[in-house]
């Protein structure tokens, strides 16, 4: 699996490698139809009157971007009416901290994913929650870079110390997360 957003030659690389990723596509991206022959792409909003909140969709033989890579599947996932309000509410609050232009301020309720796994292998379903999950392993790893440097730049910091003074120190304290 890849982390955030998609790079079509890293994904291309992954897919000939053997592996397999599951990644999101972003909003504005374009999708075109390879079965179809009209050269009018969609993106993940157009599909918004064709899914129920909390609803999952599969389309196949579809292409993404201007470079139009085909992909082995696109899992549309609109969000439920609450994840909908909370995602506002949170927004709602980092407004207070920050002043955004409405250009920022757009909500999309339906998250497009790109895998080149098969069904057999991961539902449709499951797509969104082991996405999800991705961002908690990704939040995990950073708390544990932070420990982890703080722990070195604290034995750094003693070493330095006994160099200079030829003394232990008793209790130096990182600040961590």
Known sequence: ???????????????????YYISRVK??????????????????????????PGE????????????RIPQPRLILYRLTEKQERDREEKWNQRRKKRKHTSKHRQTHPIYAYITNTSVKEIA???VYALYSLRWQIEILCKVWK?????????????????????????NIKPCTL
């Open 56 to 67: 999952t969709m599969e389309v196949h033989h579809v292409s993404i971007s201007q470079k």
């Open 146 to 170: 932070s420990i982890l440097i703080s722990s070195s730049v604290t034995f750094k910091i003693r070493s330095f110390l006994y160099q200079k003074e030829k003394r232990r120190s008793v």
């Open 27 to 52: 909003h504005n991206v374009k999708i075109y139809f390879t079965k179809e022959r009209t050269e009018e792409p969609k993106c993940a909003e157009d599909f918004i009157k064709d899914l129920a």
């Open 124 to 126: 449709k379903e499951a």
């Open 1 to 19: 699996m890849i982390l955030g957003y998609f790079s079509l030659d890293g994904l291309k690389s992954i897919h000939e490698q053997g592996g």
